[in-house]
């Protein structure tokens, strides 16, 4: 994890790990450290606050229709000739690693997209992603726009976003996202809100936590990467809104149940 000089290094020890909310504590520490050293916007901090309660709400745990989409999304990934994933703050700040390790399972570029753009934080974001292993990573410069979008959260990499076909777009705000999927690009989301744009714009979309979502992807690669056939069924097997719609009666029944 990325940590400038000035960061107040957060000790995760200080956290009981009897706490029955330890691992979604350990992920705010996270978040907060990013915010300081300058890798998350303090939106980002919001947007997570927001996402924590949809996490509630699915009983904190990863559902079989998060499994059938990770599945989905690592078969989109590995019939795709050029994919990319776009990674924010909040990204950066939370799973670096599993980044890195989704981008070498899947053969896919990595490119830091912000909504809230700043060439500092384009390097921060960059030195985190290569700290953890990443090579080559895009978007300090870029030289393409995505159509619809005004300002400078619009910038993408010509060799990266603007020529992917499959783009991976975790806790992407529904602008970027709905833009995307107009340009013609196959989408994977993740996001725990299933009511949102991105997740109702997304060709695939997985509705877990971020740091278990990406892990899962990574292991429906290896499962189906020698297996052409199961790549087929995966696809077939998946339907977005029938996903979503399962999703949100998880999170009902969750509610109710209270």
């Known amino acids: 994890m990325y940590s400038g000089p000035a960061v107040r290094i957060i000790v995760m020890t200080e956290i009981p790990k009897t706490h029955p909310r330890y691992e979604s504590l350990v992920l705010r520490e996270k978040l907060v450290e990013g915010f300081r050293s300058g890798i998350a916007a303090p939106q980002g901090l919001i947007a997570h606050g927001r996402g924590e309660m949809f996490y509630y709400l699915l009983g904190e745990r990863t559902t079989k229709e998060a499994r059938a989409a990770c599945r989905a999304a690592a078969a989109l990934l590995l019939q795709a000739e050029r994919p990319v994933i776009s990674v924010n703050g909040n990204v950066a700040a939370l799973c670096p690693r599993e980044i890195v390790r989704l981008a070498e399972a899947a053969s896919a570029r990595i490119e830091v997209g912000l909504f809230h753009r700043s060439d500092e934080r384009v390097s921060m974001i960059r030195k985190c992603l290569e700290d953890n292993g990443a090579k080559g990573v895009l978007g300090f410069l870029p030289d393409a ?72 992807i990574v ?35 969750n509610l109710g149940s209270l």
């Open 145 to 216: 726009r995505i159509p619809g979008l005004e300002s400078m959260r619009g910038l993408c990499s010509k060799e990266g976003i603007y020529s992917a076909d499959v783009v991976v777009i975790p806790l992407e705000d529904g602008d970027r996202a709905g833009a995307l999927s107009k340009m013609g690009k196959k989408t994977i989301a993740v996001d725990l809100n299933p009511m949102s744009r991105t997740s109702r714009c997304a060709t695939v979309t997985v509705v877990d936590e971020v740091t278990k979502a990406l892990p899962e």
């Open 219 to 253: 292991r429906s690669i290896e499962d189906l990467e020698d297996d052409p056939a199961g790549v087929k069924r995966a696809l077939k097997a998946y339907d977005r809104d029938a996903n979503l719609a399962a999703v949100m009666a998880v999170m009902s029944k």
